[in-house]
């Protein structure tokens, strides 16, 4: 029983493994691959950027022909830039086409220490800012994304718009209304509402034609602008614990998330949606709730390295139709955040891929956060929290290894049982009694070789669920532990925990009390050494949680031989 336990466990986390190092989105492949991109389309959908020459052939709204040169009946007369500082974050927008330049975090970092910018650096031009337009003219796409639309902030105060302005909006909510009209006709306003406390942008676009209502395709872009999507990707010797950007929506409850190596460009998916965008390990983008139904456009996107010798950028950009005109559209813009997430829509939360255990990782992840406001350090926080889970498993485990001794006090009746049946093949009736003589051999002495293993399956949930929890919450991202180790969720650049997590495991299977014969066991010490490969590239916080939890185990297990004492095997009958 207990070797069919240790292989189950063995390779659930031989799965987990495989999971990071082949099922995780492999480097960019086929519809990706930099200068084979779609032609570009009528309605100016976005398709692959590419290196050099290719990138000027990709299709962006910025792409398409440039503006009739007739002066606009209404527009601005040079270029402006409009910040909005939040208390979260710190947007630049731009008069020309109405976009967004820059989206900073201000609690977040990048590779380099600096806030974070969500919106991609380094994109080769041209290249699709959120919030662009385009409908079926070319033409019309061109003015609605380049043209100088005429801007105005709107707080409890006028405010003044200046070639640069920054708005304070900490205290209030800011709305940015931009306006524009062409000499033919086409005329455009745009408004962003900016909440001081949110990373919520609510989007208006109200186009008209000659007096009549048009209603306008909302592109993205490439996104999102972290550090991830310019990681190389992991393999079987180095997995990668993180994932790029892809195409993430919910309908009807369920959450569906596909690779870029999986997306055809310009691939189309029909709403209704609960909430539809792109995400990646950390962060993400989407429309939350559209009052009306939309359907969503998704390209894979590759741009060249940043440097030499570098991988390239990998984006996914999307782009939406909605059925009506966008009315006050929400568009979530930043963290993974768990609480944030919740607050604007429970359903939302399922973003965070916590996978079958999100029942489980959810409390714990609230847990952490709870340990984590009295001790201040996430790394401290894991190790505590990790005691206070082990604390109530205890009895269970406890109880597991009194029946193992028990069972182990056994072996020497049962291999007589076993060697006297040997001689017998599987299929013979004889081997039947075997089974028989061995169930009243438990009998008679009291034990259930199911209560070995039944309480240690109980720990499972608990320990996938703290891995899962781990690997994907943002707020260990970042965050400083002390000495070396200065990114929780970067694996141990000195390998010095993986290590000590393996010895640790090692000495722990040493001293557990088995039923497999000398040579089962040998092969079993073999997971010691498996899992510190394992976790070499693991995040260090969860390392850190493994680490603890064999700690703790090694020390009930001596706590357990000594209240038991010294087994005693029973006489060979």
């Known amino acids: 029983m207990e070797r069919r336990v240790l292989l189950a466990i063995s390779l659930s986390f031989l799965v987990l493994f495989l999971y990071q190092a082949l099922i995780v989105p492999p480097p960019p492949a086929g519809n990706e691959t930099p200068g084979q991109g779609p032609s570009p389309s009528a309605t100016g959908a976005p398709a692959a950027v590419a290196p050099g020459a290719a990138a000027a052939a990709a299709a962006t709204p910025a792409a398409t022909p440039e503006p009739s040169a007739a002066a606009p009946a209404v527009a601005d007369a040079s270029e402006r830039v409009i910040a909005i500082e939040t208390a979260l974050v710190r947007a630049e927008f731009s008069n020309r086409g109405a976009h967004i330049l820059r989206w900073v975090l201000k609690r977040f970092r990048n590779e380099r220490g600096e806030p974070l910018d969500l919106i991609p650096a380094g994109v080769p031009a041209p290249r699709v800012l959120p919030f662009a337009l385009s409908t079926e003219s070319a033409e019309e796409t061109a003015a609605l994304n380049a043209g100088l639309y005429r801007v105005s902030v709107r707080q409890q105060e006028p405010v003044s718009v200046a070639r640069h302005t920054t708005v304070d909006a900490t205290g209030q909510a800011v709305t940015l209304v931009f306006e524009f009209e062409t000499a033919e006709g ?212 406890h109880k597991s290894v009194v029946s193992m001794r028990r069972m182990q006090e056994l072996q020497p009746q049962m291999k007589a ?85 393996g010895l640790t495991m090692f000495w722990q299977q040493r001293i557990t009390p088995s039923t497999a014969d000398p040579t089962q066991q040998k092969v079993m010490m073999i997971m010691p050494f498996m899992f510190t490969f394992m976790f070499l590239w693991a995040p260090s916080g969860l390392v850190i949680y493994w680490f603890v939890s064999n700690l703790f185990a090694i020390g009930q297990q001596y706590f357990t031989n000594f209240w038991l004492g010294t087994p005693v095997p029973v006489k060979k009958s």
């Open 417 to 501: 049982i076993q060697d006297r049946y040997k001689k017998y093949k599987i299929t013979d009736p004889e081997r039947q009694k075997m089974n028989q003589e061995v169930m009243e051999l438990y009998r008679a002495k009291g034990v259930n070789p199911a209560s070995g293993c039944l309480p240690m399956l109980l720990t499972l949930p608990f320990l996938f669920a703290f891995y899962s929890m781990l690997s994907q919450a943002i707020e260990i991202r970042g965050a400083d532990f002390g000495g070396w180790i200065t990114d929780l969720s970067e694996h141990d650049p000195l390998y010095i925990t993986p290590i000590l997590m």
């Open 186 to 397: 086409l005329r455009v306003e745009k408004t962003f509402g900016i909440e001081p406390t949110s990373y919520v942008v609510t989007f208006t676009a109200r186009v008209t034609r000659a007096g009549q209502p048009v209603n306008p395709r909302v592109d993205w872009g490439p996104g999102l602008g972290d550090e991830i999507a310019r990681m190389a990707p992991g393999g079987f010797l180095s997995p990668s614990y993180s994932y790029p950007a892809q195409a993430i929506y919910s309908q009807a409850g369920d959450v569906t998330r596909v690779t870029p190596a999986s997306l055809v460009p310009g691939q189309s998916v029909p709403g209704p949606f609960r909430w539809v965008g792109i995400d990646d390990h950390y962060f993400i983008s989407a429309f939350i709730e559209p009052t009306v139904p939309a359907t969503v456009e998704y390209t894979p996107i590759v741009v060249p390295p940043a440097a030499p010798g570098d991988p390239p950028g990998r984006y996914v950009a999307y782009a939406a139709r909605f059925a009506a005109p966008p009315e006050n559209v929400r568009v979530y813009f930043g963290p993974k955040e768990f609480d944030s997430l919740r607050g604007i829509d429970p359903d939302f939360t399922k973003a965070i891929h916590f996978g079958i255990f999100a029942w489980l990782a959810a409390p714990l992840l609230d847990a952490l956060k709870w340990v984590h406001g009295f001790v201040g350090n996430w790394g401290w926080a894991i190790i505590v929290l990790t005691v206070l889970i082990n604390i109530p498993l205890l009895p269970l485990r």
